[in-house]
């Protein structure tokens, strides 16, 4: 499809202001996700996500949209509101034009909403102010309306009012995102060489590493040869395709899209997000990457069984390819053995990150007085 006819965006809010069911939503009205297949927080695919009710990890997906008699692409990140994965967001901010900012109009603008939108602003996006949960009996809609309006220095009718539980204002939102969001921009088209900016992995034991990528130039097919720029790490696609919201195979994946690799590498240590994807050959400059986040707890981390500390590093290994923000170096005590100091973004994510490690990769843990 044309660049003219793309659009990507983020959803970005507090915790718990209803990003999650407005992306519901518009699967639904976009026919993305077909009725009998619904369900809540669809884009929260992890276990943890669904029994907590909250957003760990963004998620790409793909919709396709009818407007004014054209079909249009629209590519949304869903991304998480808790502080302590808002590396999540910076990165997915890296990725898209423009972004919603979600206000819950039973709570107003709180400290998250200030944070993401100061981070929206720094990467320049298009900013579309919404509030959420109007069909509350507690909603200040025409107050947090105000609210919203004063933070971003425009009239409060141009604030959206939105429903994601009853769908209300979903369509006008859709509308605004094609309207307001900047068509994608491609210095060499999408016939030029191929150069894509990773923001995020996937890892499967029979596919090696599965990297999300925003195409910036040109577009790629299964079976070309592509190289990490600086890993420097070559690589033949074994496969190429879009999130709907599962994975799907296409022919190709061209500049302004959003989309997937399969590298087949194994290794988890290679490559990191930020890095850029060229063509083997390719003499274009890499792109800017991300800054590496600073962890603000520490923990140590061992297993109950000694013979298990190969297993935890790959695991942990592994983790990282999802969790880019997780940091960890080997140590060793002279009473629990070898193990790993780990560092995090905050309590929370150590909590989850811990969790993860019991029950995807089935580890007993011990873990230390957090620091």
């Not at 929206?120 to 107050?143: C, F, Q, T």
Request: hydrophobic share 40%.
């Amino acid at each position: 499809m044309e660049l003219k006819h793309i659009r990507n965006f983020s959803i970005i809010a507090h915790i718990d202001h209803g990003k999650s069911t407005l992306s519901d939503r518009m699967l639904e009205v976009t026919h993305t996700v077909e009725a009998r297949k619904m369900k809540e927080q669809v884009l929260d695919s992890m276990e943890l996500e669904r029994e907590r009710g909250i957003t760990i990890k963004m998620q790409p997906v793909r919709m396709e949209h009818t407007y004014k008699g054209a079909q249009y692409i629209l590519n949304l990140i869903d991304t998480p509101g808790h502080i302590d994965f808002s590396y999540e967001v910076s990165r997915a901010m890296k990725a898209v034009e423009g972004a919603i900012l979600l206000v819950d109009a039973t709570q107003g603008v709180q400290a998250q909403t200030l944070s993401v939108l100061a981070m929206a602003r720094e990467e320049g996006l298009i900013i579309i102010p919404a509030v959420s949960k109007i069909d509350s009996p507690i909603a200040r809609i025409a107050e947090v309306k105000e609210e919203v309006a004063k933070l971003l220095d425009i009239d409060s009718s141009e604030v959206f009012e939105v429903s994601g539980k009853t769908g209300q204002g979903v369509t006008e939102i859709l509308g605004a995102i094609i309207e307001q969001i900047p068509t994608p921009v491609s210095d060499l088209g999408t016939a030029g060489n191929f150069r894509a900016l990773v923001f995020d992995f996937g890892y499967s034991t029979h596919k090696g590493i599965i990297v999300y990528v925003r195409v910036l130039d040109g577009s790629i097919s299964r079976n070309d040869t592509l190289a990490f720029s600086q890993a420097n790490e070559k690589f033949c696609a074994l496969g190429v395709g879009i999130f709907h919201p599962d994975m799907v195979d296409t022919e190709t994946i061209s500049a302004g899209e959003i989309g997937y690799i399969l590298t087949g590498i194994k290794k988890p240590g290679v490559i990191f997000v930020g890095d850029t994807i060229l063509e083997q050959k390719s003499t274009l400059p890499a792109l800017p990457g991300y800054m590496r986040p600073q962890p603000v707890v520490w923990a140590s981390v061992y297993p109950e069984d000694a013979d298990d500390f190969m297993t935890l590093k790959q695991s942990l290994e592994i983790l990282r390819l999802s969790d880019s923000s997780l940091m960890f170096e080997e140590e060793a005590s002279g009473v629990l053995g070898r193990g790993f100091r780990c560092g995090f973004l905050g309590m929370l994510h150590m909590e989850i990150v811990n969790e993860r490690l019991r029950r995807e990769f089935d580890l007993e843990l011990i873990v230390t007085t957090p620091s």
